[in-house]
C-alpha cells in the first residue's frame, strides 16, 4: 500500500479513549474522546478464554477493574509469565465474555487523576464489536468518519495457549467502512496480517528493548535496530506506519530537559512510513521539563515537528493546538504565498 505524503494535519488518536477524563478503555472514554474530536479512537485488544475480544490495557486486569472485590473469582486469581515478566492476578484469558461483563472498570492511576475515582464501579468493560458499534454510530451522527486504531497485545503469548488475536480481529472488521490501522509491538503477527488484509499495520517501537517475537525466535536485533535505513526498509514490507516512543523523535537529557530532534522523521518519510508517536498527556509527571504546566508547548514542537499522528490520553488539547497551528499556517499562506510546508 503506497502511501503520499501530502503536508496533512495530523490524526488525533484518542489513546484509551479520552483516558485523562474518564476510566481508559470504556465506552464512556471512547464517546467522550469522539464527541471532545479525535479522529481515531484506540483500544487495545486481549481475549476471553471463549475467544471474544476486550479492551484492557493488560490481560491482567487487577490494575483496571474491580476484579479484587468479586469473591466469587478469587480462585482464578494467579501467577503468569506474560512476555518474560512474572504477573500475579486475574487474567481475561481465564474468564469467559459473561464473566467478564459482571466486572467495571476503575483508574488505573488514581494517584495522577483523583478526579477520575468517581467513575470507579460503573462502567463495564467493553468488548470490541460494542466499540466498533459506538464508532460506527456516532460517525453517522456526527456526518465524519470515526477511525479506529486497535493494538493486538501480546500476539505470540495468545497464539501459544490458542487463544490468536489476528483472524479475530480481521472478522470483526469485516463489514464496517470506517478508516483503520492496527498496531503491534511484534512484527511477526504484523507480518502475517500483511498477508491477509489490505488494512493499514502499523509497526510501534520503544526507546529501549525488542519485540517480544524477537526474544522468542533468539532474534539479535532490538527496536533500534529498526529504525536504521535497512530496518525501516523492512518494516515497509508488511506496515505503512511506525508508532514510535516520543523520545525516539526528541530525546530527553538525565534531567527530563529536551534535547535537539534527530532524523528518525526525515528518514521514517524518506522510506514513505507516516509517523505517529505516543503519549501526549497533561500531567506534570509526564511532561518533559521545558513542557511543564503546559502542555499545548510539547504539542507544537511535535507537530512542527512533521509528525502524521499523536496518541493522546486529553485529545481536546491536541484538537485544540492543531487547529491553532492550521490557522496559524493558513495564515502564513495567505500572506506568504510560497509557504507551502506543514512543517
Known sequence: MTQTFTNKPPIIIAHRGASGYRPEHTLASYELAIDLGADYIEPDLVITKDGILIARHENEISETSDIANHPEFAHLKTTKIIDNEIKTGWFTEDFTIA???????????PQLR???????????????????????????????????YPETKHPSYFQTIGLPLEDTLLCNLQKINLPIFIQSFEVSNLKQLSQKTDLPLVQLINETGKPYDFVINHDPRTYTDLLNQKGLKEITEYAQAIGVN???????????QLLSPTSLIINAHAANLQVHTWTFRNEDFFLPLDCQANPEKEYQLFFNLGVDGVFSDYPDKAVKVKLHEQFIIKSLNRSCPTFHSYQ
Open 99 to 109: 464473566e467478564i461483563k459482571t466486572l467495571t472498570a476503575k483508574e488505573p492511576i
Open 246 to 256: 516520543k523520545n525516539l523523535l526528541i530525546p530527553r537529557d538525565n534531567h527530563g
Open 114 to 148: 483523583p478526579q477520575n475515582l468517581v467513575y470507579d464501579g460503573i462502567f463495564p468493560i467493553p468488548t470490541f464489536t460494542e466499540i466498533i458499534d459506538l464508532a460506527q454510530q456516532k460517525s453517522q451522527e456526527t456526518g465524519r468518519k470515526i477511525g479506529i
